[in-house]
C-alpha cells in the first residue's frame, strides 16, 4: 500500500472545475431578509423624521429662575456678600507657624545578608553569583549552638536606600534571599 499525503491534498471545495460540465448560475437578486431589514430601516428613518417635524413648533414652558416673592433687581447692582459663618479666615491671618526642629537620626550603618550557610563550599557559591551581578561580598563565620554558619553578606552601607539600590539589582538577577539589617 502506497503512503497518502493527506495534508498537502487540496480539499473537495478548492478543486478545479471541469471547463465541460456546464455550471449553475450564482443567484442574482436580494434575499428576503435583506429586503425585510431594508425595508425597516426606512420606515424607522421615516418615523425618526416625523417625530422631529412634529416637535419642531412646541415651546418650551419658560418658569422663572428666581422666586416670585424676590424682586428683581438691576443689572447693575450687586447682591451683597454673605456674612462668614465661620472664624477661621481671621484666625488664619493672626495665626503664627512653629518653626519645629526636625533632625534626621542616622541609625547606623547597615549591611545586606543574602545567605547562611552550613558548609563554606555552599557560602562560596552564594559569593560567586554575587560577584557576577558586579557587587562585591564577603563572608564570615559565626559560631552558634547548632554549630559554624557561614553568612554571605555585602557592605557597609552608610544609608538604606544604597542597601536597597542593591537589593533591587541582586533581585533582577534571581537572587531574592537578601535581608537589610543593621550592622553590629
Not at 45 to 63: H, Q, R, V
Not at 72 to 90: F, R
Not at 129 to 146: D, E
Request: with cysteine.
Amino acid at each position: 500500500m502506497t503512503h497518502q499525503d493527506y495534508v498537502s491534498r487540496a480539499s473537495a471545495s478548492k478543486k478545479k472545475r471541469n471547463p465541460y460540465k456546464k455550471q449553475a448560475p450564482a443567484p442574482s437578486g436580494l434575499s428576503i431578509k435583506v429586503k425585510l431589514i431594508s425595508l425597516l430601516m426606512i420606515i424607522a428613518i421615516a418615523g425618526f423624521g416625523y417625530l422631529l417635524w412634529s416637535i419642531k413648533d412646541i415651546e418650551p414652558e419658560n418658569t422663572p429662575t428666581t422666586p416670585a416673592s424676590t424682586p428683581i433687581k438691576k443689572a447693575s447692582e450687586l447682591p451683597k456678600p454673605p456674612e462668614e459663618k465661620w472664624q477661621y479666615m481671621e484666625e488664619l491671618k493672626s495665626k503664627e507657624v512653629d518653626e519645629g526642629e526636625y533632625q534626621v537620626q542616622e541609625k547606623g550603618p547597615y549591611k545586606m545578608q543574602c545567605g547562611s550557610f552550613r558548609t563554606q563550599k555552599q557560602a562560596e557559591v552564594m559569593k560567586a553569583t554575587i560577584a557576577f551581578t558586579g557587587l562585591s561580598s564577603q563572608i564570615s563565620s559565626a559560631n552558634g549552638s547548632s554549630g559554624t554558619w557561614y553568612k554571605v553578606y555585602l557592605g557597609p552601607y552608610e544609608r538604606k536606600r544604597a542597601a536597597e539600590k542593591d537589593k533591587h539589582k541582586l533581585k533582577s538577577n534571581g537572587i531574592t534571599t537578601c535581608q537589610i539589617w543593621l550592622w553590629n
